[in-house]
C-alpha cells in the first residue's frame, strides 16, 4: 500500500479512532480526553484531506479497491475509494464543519452529563459520512448511508430521557427507512443488470442500460434505477414528502444540528445524485421528476419558516427550502451548481444554527425568538456572524450564498426539461420568502423591543428546550444575556469567513471551469452550466450585475417587509394572522403531513401489527406452535401414564406383546434369508 493511500485511510479512521476512545474509555480519560482524542481525531482527518487536495490538484487520483469483502460468481464485494475533485471538496468540507462542531461542542455540552458520549457519536458520525463521500462502489456507499442513518438516530435522541427527543429520533429513523427502501432496490436493479457494484463499470455499461427494461413490467430499467436512488435521497436530504423527520430532529443538541443539517447527512442524498450523474444524464423523466421534487420542496418548505417561533425550527425549515434548491439544480443537470450551493450552504448553514446556539446559551436555554429582542447589545460576537449568515443565506451579492443561488436560478431558467416552468417560479418566489423568514428572525432576535426577563416569557410550546440537568429555562426577572464563552464563539467566526469570501474565489473553477470535469457527466443538450458560462465574466461583474437583477430585488423586498413587520409595525402580523387564520392553520400544521402519515400510515402499521400480533404470536406462535406443542406432550403424557401401573404381570404382557411384533416385523426378512440359503 503506498503512503497516498495510507493518508487516504487515516481522513476515516481517525475520526473512528476517537469515537471508540470516547465511548468506550470515557470514564477512564475523562471529559477533557474525550474532547482531546476527538477533536484530534477529526482535525488529523482535515490536514489529511488538505494534503490530498493538493495532491489531487497536481492531478494524482485514485480509484481503487483496498480490500475485497466477498465474491459470488462475477460479483465482487469490496471497500475501495474514489479519490478525485468532487471527492476531496466533500471531504474537506466535512472534515472542517465537523472540526467547528467539535470545538464548539466543548462550550455547549459543558454542563451535560452524556459529554463523553456526544463526542463519540459526533465523531463516530464523521467517520460514517467520509466512508459515504470517499466510496467508490454501492456496497461502501450504502454501508456509510446507513451508518449516518443509525448515527443521527443516536443523536436525535440523545437526551433520550426527553418523550418528544425518542418520538423525534424514531421518526427519523423510520421516514429513513421508506427512502432507504428505494435506495436499495435502486441498487439492486443496477447489481442485476451491470453484475458489478464498481461505479466506473457501472458507468461504462450505461449505454446498455439505457436499452433495458425492468423485468415483467417493460419499464426502462435506467429511469426506474434512477427514480430508487433518488427515492433514497428523497429520505436522506429530507425532500417532499420524505421531509417529516428533519424539523423534529431539532429535538438533538445543537452541535449535531449543524453537522446533520449542514455539512453531512442531509447532504449525503445530493452528493450522490451527483456522482450518479453518468446515469441521470440519461433518463430525462428522472431528472424532472427530481426537479419538480426540489422546487415543490424549496417553496412550500420555506412557507413553514414563517410561522415558526423556536428559532431551531427556522433555520430547520431553512434547510428544508436550500435543499430544495441543491435538488432542482440536479434535475436541471446543473449538478457542479448543485454542489457548489451544498459547499457554500455547509458554511453559513453550520454558522446559522451554531449562531442559534450560542443565542439559547445567552438566553439560558429558551428557543422561543418572542421572548427576545435586543440582543445586538449583549451578544456582538454572536449577533455579527449571524447577520453574515443570513445576507449569505438570502444571497446578497459578493456573499458565498449569492454566486451559488443565482447560479442555480440561472440554470433553471435555462432548462428546457418538463417542469424547468414550474421550477423556476417556485425557486424566484423562494428568494422573497427566504429573506423574509430569515431576517424575520434576525430581527426578532438581535433588534427591537428587549422581550426577555419577564414573569410573561414563556409560551407554553417549548418542545425543543435543551437543558436536561436544569428545570430553570430563559432569564429571569432582572437578568441579562451573556456572550458565549471563546469555545462557541472562534468556530463562529471561522465559519463567517467562508461564509463571505469562498464563492467568490471558487465559482470560476467550480461551475466554469474543469474542477469537476471526470466526476461529473453532462449530455450536451442538458449543459445549462455552458450556456451560463459563455456570459461569466468573473465574480465581481457577476456581483455588480447581479445587483439589478430580480432574485436581489426580491431579497430586498422580503428584507424590507420583515422589518416593517417584526421592527416598525408589529401588530400588522397578529392582524394578518387573525384575517387569514385559515392560512396560518394550514402552515402551523405543516400541510398536515404528520396527521397524514398518522392517520394512514401509523394507524395502518398498528392494524396490520395487531393483526400479526394475534394471528401470527398469539394464534400461531403461542397458539399453536408453543402451547399446542405443550398440549401434546401433555396428551402423550396423560395417556402414557394410564399404561405405567406398576403391576408386574402387566409389564410381562407389553415384553412379550413387543416380542411377538418385532418377530412378525422381522419374519419376511427370517424367511427370504432361508430361503435363500
Known amino acids: 500500500m503506498t503512503s497516498m493511500q495510507n493518508l487516504y485511510l487515516l ?31 477529526v482535525a488529523a482527518a482535515f490536514v489529511a484531506s488538505l494534503l490530498i487536495y493538493f495532491d489531487v490538484q497536481a492531478g494524482h487520483t485514485f480509484n481503487g479497491a483496498l480490500y475485497t469483502w466477498a465474491t459470488s460468481g462475477d460479483l465482487k464485494f469490496e471497500i475501495g475509494f ?31 452529563p452524556g459529554y ?8 463516530l458520525f464523521t467517520f460514517s459520512m467520509l466512508m459515504l463521500v470517499m466510496s467508490n462502489n454501492f456496497l461502501q456507499l450504502f454501508f456509510g448511508w446507513e451508518a449516518v442513518g443509525l448515527v443521527s438516530y443516536l443523536l436525535i435522541g440523545f437526551w433520550y430521557t426527553r418523550p418528544t427527543a425518542i418520538y423525534a429520533n424514531l421518526k427519523a429513523f423510520l421516514v429513513n427507512r421508506v427512502g432507504d427502501f428505494g435506495f436499495l432496490l435502486g441498487i439492486g436493479l443496477i447489481a442485476a443488470s451491470a453484475n458489478t457494484l464498481d461505479y466506473a463499470q457501472v458507468f461504462a455499461k450505461a449505454p446498455q442500460l439505457v436499452e433495458m427494461v425492468v423485468p415483467s413490467t417493460g419499464w426502462p430499467l435506467l429511469t426506474a434505477a434512477c427514480i430508487c436512488l433518488f427515492i433514497g435521497a428523497m429520505g436522506k436530504s429530507a425532500q417532499v414528502p420524505l421531509h417529516v423527520w428533519l424539523p423534529d430532529s431539532m429535538e438533538g443538541p445543537t452541535p449535531i444540528s449543524a453537522l446533520i443539517h449542514a455539512a453531512t447527512m442531509v447532504t449525503a442524498g445530493i452528493f450522490m445524485v451527483a456522482r450518479m450523474s453518468p446515469l441521470f444524464e440519461l433518463s430525462e423523466t428522472a431528472l424532472s421528476f427530481v426537479m419538480i421534487i426540489g422546487a415543490t420542496t424549496a417553496l412550500f418548505m420555506g412557507f413553514l419558516g414563517i410561522v415558526q417561533n423556536d428559532i431551531k425550527r427556522v433555520v430547520a425549515y431553512s434547510t428544508l427550502s436550500q435543499l430544495g434548491y441543491m435538488t432542482v439544480a440536479l434535475g436541471a443537470s446543473a449538478y457542479s451548481a448543485a454542489v457548489f450551493h451544498l459547499m457554500t450552504h455547509a458554511f453559513f448553514k453550520a454558522l446559522l444554527f451554531l449562531g442559534a446556539g450560542s443565542v439559547i446559551i445567552g438566553m439560558h436555554h429558551d428557543q422561543d425568538m418572542r421572548n427576545m429582542g435586543g440582543l445586538w447589545k449583549y451578544m456582538k460576537v454572536t449577533w455579527i456572524t449571524s447577520l453574515i449568515g443570513s445576507v449569505a443565506l438570502i444571497g446578497v451579492p459578493f456573499t458565498s450564498g449569492f454566486y451559488s443561488k443565482d447560479s442555480i436560478i440561472e440554470a433553471v431558467q435555462l432548462s428546457h426539461l418538463p417542469g424547468s416552468g414550474y421550477a423556476y417560479f417556485c425557486v424566484i418566489a423562494g428568494v422573497f420568502v427566504t429573506a423574509f423568514y430569515s431576517f424575520r428572525m434576525y430581527f426578532m432576535v438581535f433588534h427591537g423591543k428587549e422581550r426577555f426577563g419577564h414573569a410573561h416569557d414563556h409560551h407554553g410550546d417549548h418542545a425543543d428546550e435543551e437543558a436536561t440537568t436544569d428545570h430553570h429555562h430563559g432569564l429571569a426577572p432582572g437578568e441579562k444575556p451573556h456572550e458565549s464563552p471563546w469555545v462557541v464563539t472562534l468556530p463562529l467566526v471561522l465559519l463567517a469567513i467562508p461564509s463571505l469570501i469562498i464563492g467568490f474565489f471558487t465559482i470560476d473553477p467550480m461551475l466554469f471551469g ?49 422589518w416593517f413587520f417584526y421592527l416598525k409595525r408589529p401588530d400588522i402580523p397578529a392582524a394578518i394572522q387573525k384575517r387569514f387564520s385559515w392560512i396560518y392553520t394550514l402552515l402551523e400544521n405543516k400541510y398536515y403531513f404528520d396527521r397524514f402519515n398518522e392517520v394512514v400510515f401509523a394507524a395502518g402499521a398498528r392494524m396490520l401489527g395487531r393483526g400479526l400480533w394475534r394471528a401470527g404470536d398469539q394464534t400461531l406462535i403461542d397458539g399453536l406452535i408453543v402451547n399446542g406443542s405443550a398440549r401434546l406432550v401433555a396428551s402423550i403424557s ?3 401414564r394410564g399404561l405405567q401401573s406398576g403391576l408386574v404381570y402387566q409389564y ?13 416385523a422381522w419374519l419376511p426378512y427370517l424367511m427370504a434369508g432361508l430361503r435363500a440359503s
Open 11 to 41: 481522513v476515516p479512521l481517525a475520526p473512528l479512532v476517537g469515537a471508540i476512545l470516547a465511548g468506550l474509555f470515557g470514564k477512564q480519560i475523562g471529559r477533557s480526553g474525550a474532547h482531546i482524542v476527538t477533536i484530534l481525531g
Open 652 to 664: 410381562a404382557f407389553w415384553m412379550i406383546l413387543g416380542l411377538v411384533l418385532l418377530l412378525v
Open 116 to 123: 463523553q458520549r456526544f463526542f463519540s457519536y459526533i465523531s
Open 514 to 562: 474543469d474542477w469537476f470535469k471526470g466526476a461529473i457527466k453532462i449530455a450536451e443538450s442538458h449543459n445549462v452550466l455552458g450556456e451560463i458560462g459563455s456570459e461569466f465574466h468573473g465574480p465581481f461583474n457577476m456581483a455588480t450585475h447581479g445587483l439589478a437583477q430580480l432574485p436581489f430585488w426580491l431579497a430586498m423586498a422580503g428584507v424590507g417587509l420583515s
Open 638 to 640: 396423560q395417556l402414557s
Open 82 to 112: 474514489l479519490i478525485d475533485n468532487l471527492t476531496v471538496m466533500m471531504m474537506l468540507v466535512v472534515t472542517f464543519v465537523s472540526l467547528m462542531v467539535h470545538i464548539y461542542t466543548i462550550g455547549y455540552m459543558a454542563e451535560d
